[in-house]
Every structure is written in structure tokens, then in C-alpha cells.
């Protein structure tokens, strides 16, 4: 199907038959309304500001900006504009001030002396103005220093000049240097798409340059609009939410010599976490991208922006490879940029995934401990003693078993990994046999609590049970002593033992 899609395009429906052939006759189903987009595709913001009453003197107070923020032809109007009243203002004033003297009626007179030379009518004086602006001076029209008012106004023709000078032509300079059209270089895959990657649900799309000159410090931002409602009562048509694409490892920062995949983790922090393949049927959502960056040909700051709507984002769906090893270089085959294909992905949410597993593979291991009267034993400790459980009751006798009650003390506090493993060792060791064949002493030494008091600790506990132990070896019978001094306490007793507790000893190990 995805190849016939390749042919067709995405119009391209598939249809249903019956056995009696009436599948044909039934009309396609009808294309999905394309909803309004926050951000289009190549970056437009799809806002306008109305209703702004007096804030609109706001614009006059940063002129500058607003004429460089103007479309092209309405900065071509203001250009050509101001220019034409200046030029046209102050030539009238250069006609007023021969007018007043009454040069234009002596013009001819060669013992005259007026303020302009061969100035006598409104064109010979715009020419003037145009000369002396343009610093062209053809010698024919100049100021005599018979006209104090001409040198005045000289003065103030120049500085009113260079006002405007700097202000338009600085104004069209910023403008046509604006990076904007460097943003056309930067290109960002059609579709985005969600798969496994590394063990984990993510989502994916692609960026690329167009260009060889590279863009310095560029970093990726993403940003979820999407409508939600508080616990208040309040709904927010647009709310912002932050996409981590690599914030936390500096994978946001990007090395963009060739076509890279932005990749966000969906886990349990991400905004996408409830999201499964049904859920976006019915989701309305948009992912903006925010690309920025400083143009390594002009030092300025660039930014590209697109977005992505719920339809747009392709479920099990992963980007072609588009780099390929060459002759002495790598090659970028951009005509395999936005193109994609199925890969086997869940359909389930990350959350519906956790708690399949959980199900799966519950925790089957019981309470070990019950609370005490302060309610201040940890449930952790008991499962912590847990390892020790299975090695240290299967080594002890049935009976010693039953007193240690399964590595808990009597307060419900569990015993101590260390005191747990000496004392089973040492039961084994001396007497395998019944709590009943066993000395009188060493009796109260295994029935001794795992831990003496919760204040004292795990240390004071230790300590305790080695200066026990050591004492109960010195109550044994001679014979026994040297039995356990030769071999230690990890030594197992062969046919030196008595009778009974060598047939007790042959039953254990059987």
C-alpha cells in the first residue's frame, strides 16, 4: 500500500468490495478539513492584532522598526517619497529666498550680484538643490558671499541631508540584508514520525542545509499548542508546552553540516506520554519548530520555523537514510529528504506499555515484616533481607528455622545481613543437628533477637554476636573445640562426630 501511496499520492483511498461487486459504487470518503494552523509550513505566523485603539503611537515611537518591518513595496513608496518633498522643499525655499531678494528680475543684469547665480525660476533653483546635494557642481550655478540667508540655509540643506540620507538608505540596507531569505536554505521534512528508537518511543523529524556555509551555535527548540483546561475552569486555546529535543545532554545544540533526525524521547515527562496510534485520531495538537542560528557569511541571527499538526505525524513510520560514503567525500541525496517507510511499532502508549509490563511480570514477593508500634520499620529492609532468606533458612535446621522467623525480630525489624549469615554459619557448623542436642548456652545465643535494639544499629549488633559466638565455641566439649579450631567455622565435620549427630549430618547432606 505505501508503494501505491508513492504512485498515486496520499489522496489515494483504498476501497472495500463485497462479494456482489457494490464495493466500486461506493463513494470515497470525503478528504479531512484542513484545520487552521497556528505556524504555516514555511514559518508565518498566522496572527493579526486588532482592536488596538491608541497603542497604535506606539509604531511611531520605534519609526525605525517599523518602516524595516514594512513589505517591500510599501518601503519603496515611503523611499521614493521622502525623497521627492525634501528635494522639492528645499528648492522652493532656494526659489523663496531669490524671490525676496528680486533676483529673478536681475537675473540678466551683469552688475547684479544675487544670492545663487543664474538662478531665476523654480527649475534653476531645483537644479541647485540637486547640484549641491549630489556635490555634482558644474561651476555654472554657485552662492556669492553677498547672501548670508543662502549660507544658512546651505548649512541646514546638508545636515537635513544627511538625516535623511542615513535614516532611508540605512533603513533599505537592514532590510535587504535581513536574513530571512537565508532561512529559505533550511529545509525541514514534510512529515514527522513516531517509532522505537534505542528501546524507546520517539518522535522524530528531519533538518537539513541547503547551503555550504555553515550555521554557527544553531540550536532546535519545539513547542506543543495545544488546548487544554485547568482544575479551574479556565480553558486556554493555546497552550505552550516545552518539547525537550536534547536539553538536558546538549543534543539541542547543533552541528548542521548535513541532514540531521531531531529526536524527543516520549517518557514519562514528555507531553505525549497518554499518546497511542487510536488517540490521534481524535487529538488536536501542533509541534513548532524553531530553528536558530548565526550566519557564518554576515554574523547575523537566523531563524527557520515549520510545524507539524496530528496529521502530519506518521505513526511506525522512520526516516530513509539520505547520506552515502563516496569517493573521498559524502554525498546528501536530498531527493530521499522527506521520504519514509513502516517499521514495525506498538500501537500503544508509552503509559499503556508500562502498565502492560507491570501486569505481565508482577512482584511476587509477600511482606516480609509487619509494621511495629511506631510504624517505623521499612518495607525496603525487608525485602532487602529477602536474598539472605532463601540461602539462610534452607542451611538451618527446622527448628532453629522456626525461631528466626524468617529474618525478622520480634519488633518486625529484620535482621542484619551480616548477623543473619554468622548465625546460621555457626548453627550449621557446630551442631546440625535439633535445637535440643545443642548446649544450654548456645540455645539462648540462636534464639537471640537479629537486632538488640533499633537505636544501637547494625554495628553494635555485629559486634555482639561475634563475642557470643566466641564464647559458646569455649563451652563446647574438648573434643568438639579441637574439631572446630582445625577446620573453622566453614569447615564441614566428617566421621569424627558422634553418632547421632553424624546420622543427623548424613541426612542433611543426602
Not at 483504498?14 to 514555511?42: C, I, L, Y
Amino acid at each position: 500500500m505505501s508503494a501505491l501511496r508513492k504512485k498515486f499520492g496520499d489522496d489515494y483511498q483504498v476501497v472495500t468490495t463485497s462479494s456482489s461487486g457494490s464495493g466500486f459504487n461506493q463513494p470515497a470518503p470525503e478528504k479531512k478539513k484542513k484545520r487552521q494552523r497556528f505556524v504555516d509550513k514555511n514559518g508565518r505566523c498566522n496572527v493579526q492584532h486588532g482592536n488596538l485603539g491608541g497603542e497604535t503611537s506606539r509604531y511611531l515611537s520605534d519609526l525605525f522598526t517599523t518602516l524595516v518591518d514594512l513589505k517591500w513595496r510599501w518601503n519603496l513608496f515611503i523611499f521614493i517619497l521622502t525623497y521627492t518633498v525634501a528635494w522639492l522643499f528645499m528648492a522652493f525655499l532656494w526659489w523663496v529666498i531669490a524671490y525676496i531678494r528680486g533676483d529673478l528680475h536681475r537675473a540678466q543684469d551683469p552688475k547684479y550680484t544675487p544670492c545663487v547665480a543664474n538662478v531665476y525660476n523654480f527649475p534653476s533653483a531645483f537644479l541647485f538643490f540637486i547640484e549641491t546635494e549630489a556635490t555634482i557642481g558644474y561651476g555654472y550655478r554657485y552662492i556669492t558671499d553677498k547672501c548670508p540667508e543662502g549660507i544658512i540655509l546651505f548649512l541646514f540643506q546638508s545636515i537635513l541631508g544627511s538625516i535623511v540620507d542615513a535614516f532611508l538608505i540605512g533603513c533599505m540596507f537592514i532590510k535587504m540584508s535581513q536574513p530571512k531569505k537565508r532561512a529559505e536554505t533550511l529545509m525541514f521534512s514534510e512529515h514527522a514520525a513516531i517509532s522505537m528508537r534505542d528501546g524507546k518511543l520517539t518522535l522524530m523529524f528531519r533538518v537539513g542545509n541547503l547551503r555550504n556555509s555553515h550555521m554557527v551555535s544553531a540550536q532546535i527548540r519545539c513547542k506543543l499548542l495545544k488546548s487544554r483546561q485547568t482544575p479551574e475552569g479556565e480553558f486556554l486555546p493555546l497552550d505552550q508546552l516545552e518539547l525537550d529535543v536534547g536539553f538536558s545532554t546538549g543534543a539541542d545544540q547543533l552541528f548542521l553540516v548535513s541532514p540531521l533526525t531531531i529526536c524527543h524521547v516520549i517518557d514519562t515527562k514528555s507531553p505525549f506520554y497518554e499518546l497511542s496510534q487510536r488517540s490521534m485520531q481524535t487529538e488536536q495538537f501542533e509541534i513548532v519548530v524553531i530553528l536558530e542560528g548565526i550566519v557564518e557569511t554576515t554574523g547575523m541571527t537566523c531563524q527557520a520555523r515549520t510545524s507539524y499538526t496530528e496529521d502530519e505525524v506518521l505513526w511506525g513510520h522512520r526516516f530513509f537514510p539520505v547520506i552515502s560514503l563516496e569517493e573521498g567525500f559524502f554525498k546528501v541525496d536530498y531527493s530521499q529528504f522527506h521520504a519514509t517507510f513502516e517499521v514495525n511499532t506498538p500501537p500503544y502508549s508509552v503509559k499503556e506499555q508500562e502498565e502492560n509490563l507491570l501486569m505481565s511480570s508482577p512482584l511476587m514477593a509477600p511482606s516480609l515484616c509487619n509494621s511495629g508500634k511506631g510504624g517505623k520499620n521499612s518495607s525496603m529492609d525487608c525485602l532487602e533481607s529477602l536474598e539472605d532468606k532463601e540461602s539462610t533458612t534452607t542451611k538451618l535446621p527446622s527448628k532453629l528455622q522456626k525461631m528466626q522467623g524468617g529474618g525478622c525480630g520480634r519488633d518486625g525489624l529484620p535482621m542484619p545481613r551480616k548477623l543473619l549469615r554468622m548465625s546460621s554459619t555457626t548453627s550449621e557448623m557446630i551442631y546440625p543437628g535439633s535445637m535440643g542436642d545443642l548446649p544450654l548456652k548456645l540455645q539462648r545465643i540462636s534464639s537471640v533477637p537479629g537486632v538488640s535494639d533499633e537505636k544501637q544499629g547494625n554495628k553494635m549488633a555485629s559486634k555482639m554476636s561475634s563475642d557470643l559466638i566466641s564464647q559458646s565455641v569455649a563451652d563446647l566439649p574438648p573434643k568438639l573445640q579441637r574439631m572446630q579450631g582445625g577446620r573453622g567455622i566453614g569447615g564441614r565435620m566428617d566421621g569424627h562426630l558422634p553418632p547421632k549427630l553424624r546420622k543427623m549430618n548424613s541426612d542433611r547432606f543426602t
